[in-house]
């Protein structure tokens, strides 16, 4: 398991003290998230190309003199111990609270995170982003989000049907763009934002994409230099939809017209059903934490457990935004048949889906 640590830092707690990603000679590595969260790493972090990776959609020029919400570099090499192990201690200081719990460190400044060591620091950034984003209007969720003729359809994500064949369907329509097949933001002022970043395929999606598991064709070529994973053998890939879709068929924005959540079920047929809007908001919740990568997770219970990230407010500000996102919206619920395979199950979720808006 990755370990973590989050620590409230040993820099001076000043807050117009400069962040790690904005002292160094060499410019930063500058990501802006919807307007929603801005993100520097620093350019000497081991970790800065697999950022420019999981968060190409929103690599940006380093505003003039700005600051960024979440600056991530190597940061201090203060330990901390503690009675119970040099993986689990906590500190008060007068700049904040000290935490450790692994080879991750967060401080937080204000409205500002800095994030440094040499642990996992590009799914560690993720809650930093929601509780950003989420205290300026947007949530993060997790899900499939398409632009149907210019109308935004979010799928929360689920645990049976296949992503890569619900996502192949969709696209086959002619109006229809892949907004993010993992995350997205939904706005409190009723925009869906994608988020298109890698997507991993595995082998038994080969018969949705396959032009990306043949060798020999540009898109296969351009597969297999992204990258090919799962303990070293050629079991899947990792691809950027817009190094293999056409400019039309990727949105970054559109309102929100539709919310289909699908719900495996032992019943021989297809139901449409509706939701209540609390209900829906709960279980979108609930599928954020449930699906958070475990270093993701850990950090946001570390960050809570020192207090720099209050889970009452946080969860609280994110089910005010989704209440507000799904004003005029009717939420609903694919009932699908368990027993159905994934193809089949994936086409009948994307006509219906469609046939919402």
Partial sequence: MTELHALASARPSNEDTPSTATTGTARPTWFDIHGYATVAV????????????????????????????????????????????????????????????????????????????????????????????????????????????????????????????????????EHVALMGDDWAFLGADGRLLGYAGQMMLEQSDRAYFPHLFAPRSPAGRLADRALRFTNGRTDGVVVHPRTFLP?????????????????????????LVRRDTDGVVRRILGNVVARLPEPSRLVLTRLAEAGLIGLDEHFGAKGEVLRRALEGVTPTALRVPAAWPARRAAHAIAERAVDLL
């Fill in 42 to 173: 620093e350019s000497n972090t081991p970790a800065e190309h697999l950022f420019r990776e999981k968060l190409l959609p929103f690599h940006a020029a380093p505003p003039s003199g700005a600051r960024p919400d979440i600056a991530v570099g190597l940061g201090s090499s203060v330990r901390l111990r503690a009675h119970g192990g040099p993986r689990d201690a906590l500190r008060i200081t007068d700049g904040g609270v000290d935490a450790l719990a692994g080879r991750v460190h967060v401080r937080r400044v204000g409205d500002r995170f800095d994030l440094s060591g040499r642990g996992e620091l590009v799914t560690a950034v993720l809650p930093l982003v929601d509780a950003v984003a989420a205290g300026r209007g947007a949530a993060l969720v997790r899900g499939a989000s398409f632009a149907v003729g210019g109308r935004g359809l979010f799928i929360p994500a689920w645990g049976t049907a296949a992503r890569a064949a619900v996502v192949a369907s969709m696209l086959a329509s």
């Fill in 247 to 271: 400019a039309e068929k990727v949105a970054a924005s559109a309102p929100l017209a539709a919310v289909c959540l699908v719900e495996p079920w032992d019943g021989p047929h297809l139901e």
